[in-house]
């Protein structure tokens, strides 16, 4: 899973929604410019939003790199934020159809049909309430600010100024829980609430938060930090002042949160699970399986889609067992490989130094595969303690625009004996490289692109490629022997599982222990890794969806390329097609692959 900028994030808009945007009759006035004026009015409307988006939501603005508003926190939850933000997309809405896409060609109609698409699904999102439950234990703004606070992620922490700039951010932080817990007792009278299960686990998080002294506490660790060339008066200052702030305004904020959740969100959540069981619920689960899909498939064709995978799945895994002369069932097998302890890193230094390896050996071997290559750093860290236990195995953390923040593969070591060896690789491949670091940080490198495409995305497309990337280890030097290989079926199974179980949980009534068994019978999954794979998709409803759906596309399209062109193709030039206009519609893929086959037939 990608860590996006926040404002995306805590929408979970990484995708549009499955229709493209219908363009609007040009004005008479716009008729007589050319497409040329066209365009450069609409270039300089695009950084004009992009500029009025970062004011707005200054958060999204610390995560794209940009520091001017690092000491602002806006209250997003209140009722007159939202009102703003919706407000804001009608404005920028209006002022692209009064322009209008008369005689755009390429980029620029590209840009155009996306930025559209985007402000309609934005407009269409409003009718579904996720304020009134913003607290979930995959993501939530409380483990975000944890995160910053504690400078372990976008939040800078070099220079006074910065220093300066999170305390002012900090005194913000109850307006926002005391917001946050207002909309929540807005939905505990609405029956829109999450499911017990699911708050259950938030508590522990929260616990863990929670200590005594503020030198015992994540955010004291840029205190613990302090740059050597600070002044004497300044670290003084600085220390005190951040002493003060934790003990005073973010621990009590979160003992406050933490006796809300106890004591009055816990018992009025609900027992049921499935997002079709809130008010509006069936619809609401229709438009995150058309968003996240960038289809206008409903959830019944992707249950069927889902079925096929997981029987064509496990009948290569049929074969790759045989491979490796086992003579027992696939069940069997399964126990074997999750149960055996050659299959376990003995340290967590141990799984990490692995993962460095990976690192050198697929470098090794990109030059074949890819011709298109980002220019930003990228690093490997284990998951924080904090938020180990209730996270996915690994995800990926985008560089900062100026190049100062490097991509970040995060790696979960919490439970180590569930972090196969023979996971290793395939994980590798979809968060780091040829991955996720490929395909974001050359995204954002694309500086001819509107910022909101650079900084943008479509779930689909990026975890598709995230997916797709799995499929290219044997090209890259791994996936050397049948287990490793194994393991690498194994992760496309997860995927293909969550075509059945998130549509499962979400339109066809299946409870929590129905969609474990599920797991169980069609994967090595472990109680750990299943347990919290299934309550990511409660908490996220649809969002696994992408994952699939995108890969299948994507390697469809691979496929007609290589029986199109037979000699003529070439697998570099088709991974540069893929990735050099950053994330799109899937549909719009598809015309540019088309478009590529026919130039590169001559």
């Known amino acids: 899973?990608?860590?996006?900028?926040?404002?995306?994030?805590?929408?979970?808009?990484?995708?549009?929604?499955?229709?493209?945007?219908?363009?609007?009759?040009?004005?008479?006035?716009?008729?007589?410019?050319?497409?040329?004026?066209?365009?450069?009015q609409l270039t300089q409307l695009y950084a004009d939003y992009w500029e009025?988006?970062?004011?707005?939501?200054?958060?999204?603005?610390?995560?794209?790199?940009?520091?001017?508003?690092?000491?602002?926190?806006?209250?997003?939850?209140?009722?007159?934020?939202?009102?703003?933000?919706?407000?804001?997309?009608?404005?920028?809405?209006?002022?692209?159809?009064?322009?209008?896409s008369d005689g755009l060609q390429g980029q620029d109609l590209l840009s155009y049909e996306i930025f559209m698409r985007d402000r309609e699904t934005e407009a269409q999102a409003?009718?579904?309430?996720?304020?009134?439950?913003?607290?979930?234990?995959?993501?939530?703004?409380?483990?975000?600010?944890?995160?910053?606070?504690?400078?372990?992620?976008?939040?800078?922490?070099?220079?006074?100024?910065?220093?300066?700039?999170?305390l002012a951010r900090t005194a913000r932080v109850p307006v926002l829980f005391a917001t946050m817990q207002a909309n929540m007792r807005i939905g505990m009278a609405d029956g829109v609430v999450q499911p017990k299960i699911l708050i259950e686990k938030v508590i522990p998080q929260l616990d863990a938060l929670l200590k005594d002294k503020p030198e015992d506490t994540l955010f004291w660790q840029p205190i613990a930090d302090l740059p050597a060339d600070f002044s004497d008066a300044d670290k003084t200052r600085l220390t005190e002042a951040y002493r003060a702030a934790i003990a005073d305004q973010l621990m009590p904020a979160y003992r406050e949160l933490r006796r809300f959740t106890v004591e009055e969100y816990l018992p009025a959540s609900r027992d049921t699970v499935a997002l079709s069981d809130l008010p509006d619920g069936e619809a609401w689960y229709a438009f995150q399986v058309r968003r996240n899909t960038t289809t206008q498939r409903t959830p019944a064709e992707v249950h069927a889609i889902g079925l096929a995978e997981v029987a064509r799945i496990n009948a290569e895994m049929d074969a790759v067992i045989a491979q490796t002369g086992f003579t027992g069932s696939r069940a069997e097998f399964n126990t074997f490989v999750t149960t055996d302890k050659q299959f376990e890193f003995p340290t967590e230094e141990a799984l990490l130094t692995a993962y460095r390896a990976l690192e050198t050996t697929i470098n090794a071997r990109v030059p074949e595969q890819f011709s298109l290559l980002p220019k930003a750093g990228f690093e490997i860290r284990a998951v924080e303690p904090f938020r180990a236990a209730s996270t996915s195995g690994g995800s990926y953390s985008s560089p900062s625009e100026d190049g100062t923040r490097p991509g970040v593969f995060y790696v979960n070591t919490y439970d180590l004996p569930s972090r196969k060896t023979w996971a290793a690789e395939s994980l590798f491949l979809h968060e780091a490289i040829p991955g996720h670091h490929f395909q974001l940080a050359l995204q954002q490198e694309l500086t001819d692109l509107p910022k909101f495409r650079r900084f943008g995305g479509e779930t689909a497309f990026i975890e598709g490629w995230g997916l797709y990337a799995e499929s290219l280890g044997k090209d890259l030097g791994v996936y050397t022997d049948p287990y490793q290989y194994y393991g690498r079926l194994q992760a496309e199974m997860w995927r293909a599982i969550r075509l059945v179980v998130d549509t499962g949980i979400h339109s066809k009534g299946w409870t929590r222990q129905q969609v474990l068994d599920y797991m169980f019978a069609n994967s090595t999954a472990s109680e750990t890794s299943a347990v919290s794979e299934a309550e990511r998709y409660m908490a996220i409803p649809g969002q696994a969806l992408a994952y699939k759906t995108g890969e299948m596309q994507i390697r469809e399209l691979r496929t007609r390329a290589e029986q199109a062109l037979g000699e003529k193709f070439d697998v570099r030039g088709f991974h540069a097609e893929v990735l050099k206009d950053g994330a799109v519609p899937l549909s719009v893929l598809e015309q540019k692959i088309d478009r590529w086959i026919a130039a590169q037939k001559g």
């Open 1 to 40: 899973m990608t860590l996006r900028p926040l404002a995306l994030a805590l929408a979970l808009a990484l995708a549009a929604c499955s229709q493209p945007a219908t363009d609007v009759a040009s004005t008479p006035q716009a008729s007589t410019q050319s497409a040329d004026q066209r365009a450069a």
């Open 52 to 100: 009025a988006s970062l004011a707005l939501s200054p958060l999204n603005a610390t995560f794209v790199g940009d520091t001017r508003f690092n000491d602002q926190l806006p209250d997003y939850f209140s009722a007159e934020y939202r009102a703003q933000e919706s407000a804001f997309n009608s404005e920028w809405m209006d002022k692209a159809k009064a322009i209008g």
């Open 126 to 166: 409003e009718r579904f309430p996720d304020w009134k439950q913003p607290l979930n234990q995959f993501y939530s703004l409380t483990s975000t600010l944890v995160q910053l606070g504690s400078g372990s992620s976008a939040q800078p922490f070099k220079t006074v100024q910065d220093y300066d700039n999170w």
